[in-house]
């Protein structure tokens, strides 16, 4: 079974940091690549950040560029974000996603974690 | 960046009726967009993707359509089930933004 598993969110001060996670099984997870997309309180939807499947290639919203970093190990079978300089604004639940085709980043989401809360304040 | 814009912003409809969304792109991504239900306090789930690739298990009453700017989801006959909010996200190439959804309700 094809599983995300996120962690490391939690409640931190503003200017604070933290390194999400993401733990993947159930594919061959260096082939796919992956990206966070978070859901503030009762909005929609923003997609954060994307990374190849060998890692090489890196994608950020320009509201986190500078301030988030994706990472994988495809050793680990993990994904990272790691999320500096925290703002209230960045309070939501991050989720990270599989996407469906292997060997590209021009494919849809097929697969979502639960999400990890991350709360600024 | 592109803009992905959907309307409505919500509707309500009765069961049994036919729903249609439209997501308009402010530039042509070919056929680069999917679509995703989210239930109230669940994660996102997808539903088409290509503009009009039926995900598996996904029932036969949503269907997908467009190309370039335009596309539109169809529910075709509606079910309680289908209560949520329905978001389209185009995957051409980053950013892979999403529109700002449509909350989906039975009248």
């Known amino acids: 079974e094809v599983q995300l598993v996120e962690s490391g969110g939690g409640l931190v001060q503003p200017g604070g940091s933290l390194r999400l996670s993401c733990a993947a099984s159930?594919?061959?997870?260096?082939?796919?690549?992956m990206s966070w997309v978070r859901q503030a309180p009762g909005k929609g939807l923003e997609w954060v950040s994307g990374?190849?499947?060998?890692?090489?290639?890196?994608y950020y919203a320009d509201s986190v560029k500078g301030r988030f970093t994706i990472s994988r190990d495809n050793s680990k079978f993990t994904l990272y974000l790691q999320i500096n300089s925290l703002r209230t604004e960045d309070t939501a639940i991050y989720y990270c996603?599989?996407?469906?085709?292997?060997?590209?980043?021009?494919?849809?989401?097929?697969?979502w974690g639960q999400g990890t809360m991350v709360t600024v304040s | 960046d592109i803009q992905m814009t959907q309307s409505p912003s919500s509707l309500s409809a009765s069961v049994g009726d036919r729903v249609t969304i439209t997501c308009r792109a402010s530039q042509g991504i070919s056929n680069y967009l999917a679509w995703f239900q989210q239930k109230p306090g669940k994660v996102p789930r997808l539903l088409i993707y290509?503009?009009?690739t039926l995900q598996s298990g996904v029932p036969s009453r949503f269907s997908g359509s467009g190309s370039g700017t335009d596309f539109t989801l169809t529910i075709s006959s509606l079910q309680p089930e289908d209560v949520a909010t329905y978001y389209c996200?185009?995957?051409?190439?980053?950013?892979?933004?999403f529109g700002q959804g449509t909350k989906v309700e039975i009248k």
């Open positions: 996603a599989k996407f469906i085709d292997d060997r590209t980043v021009r494919a849809a989401s097929d697969i």
């Open positions: 290509a503009a009009s």
């Open positions: 996200q185009k995957y051409n190439s980053a950013p892979w933004t």
């Open positions: 990374i190849s499947g060998g890692g090489s290639n890196k």
């Open positions: 159930g594919f061959i997870f260096s082939t796919y690549a």
